[in-house]
């Protein structure tokens, strides 16, 4: 499994554009790089995931580097509600996702 | 919008007691999956679970873990005789499809061994 390096933790204002950085060197030509949150008390929550192609939904975008080595989770009006651990996880195919431990997002209000 | 239901919200059980966690998956869901995350740790998968068979599992999930469908709403994961190293937080998780679909996880039940 393709291992990844995200910051422990990035502070964002409220309102302001969040960018999460992810780094995936190892990911391999078939993996789609998901991203999921996880919220203070909750389960894991789906944002986005993509393939080559930079995704657009009602969360987030993600964009992905042209080499695939780095992808970008992008918030363009951070809420207070958006205070999460956010994680990007690489997938085989396989029906595991196997998380590693994200970055702790701060939203300032 | 559909969302996946866990119970108990905390189950407190004695050591070497057999505990039951329950899970409703999204109805249309064809794939369930069991998580854990122990307190400040990582989430790690246990299970993934289709057409009444387990399709993966990982070293964590051994002979004293079992997953059923026992109808055709309810996943369940019991743990035959607990110890102080299951306490964790357990999800349950569901997706349309396995391989790439995002997998649609429960608030979790906290399981508290004594």
């Known amino acids: 499994d393709a291992k990844t390096t995200q910051p422990n933790s990035m502070e964002s204002n409220e309102e302001e554009p969040v960018h999460l950085p992810c780094n995936h060197s190892?990911?391999?030509?078939?993996?789609?790089i998901h991203w999921y949150r996880q919220l203070p008390s909750q389960g894991p929550e789906y944002v986005i995931h993509?393939?080559?192609s930079n995704v657009n939904n009602r969360m987030a975008s993600l964009a992905i580097a042209e080499d695939r080595k780095s992808s970008t989770l992008i918030l363009h009006r951070a809420t207070l509600r958006d205070a999460a651990v956010y994680y990007c996880?690489?997938?085989?195919?396989?029906?595991?996702?196997?998380f590693g431990t994200g970055t702790r997002l701060t939203v300032i209000p | 919008e559909p969302e996946v239901t866990q119970t108990p919200s905390h189950q407190v059980t004695q050591m070497g007691q057999e505990v039951i966690l329950r899970c409703v998956p999204i109805?249309?869901?064809?794939?369930f999956y069991w998580y854990r995350q122990i307190l400040g740790q990582k989430v790690e998968f246990l299970v993934s679970f289709y057409n009444n068979e387990i399709s993966e599992k990982s070293e964590i999930f051994d002979d004293q873990f079992s997953v059923e469908r026992p109808d055709g709403s309810n996943f369940t994961l019991k743990i035959r005789s607990t110890k102080l190293e299951d306490s964790a937080m357990y999800f349950c998780a569901s997706s349309v499809y396995g391989g790439y679909q995002p997998q649609h996880f429960g608030d979790g039940t906290r399981l508290s061994i004594l």
């Open positions: 190892t990911i391999s030509g078939t993996d789609y």
């Open positions: 109805s249309n869901h064809l794939y």
């Open positions: 993509g393939l080559t």
């Open positions: 996880i690489p997938q085989t195919g396989a029906n595991n996702l196997f």
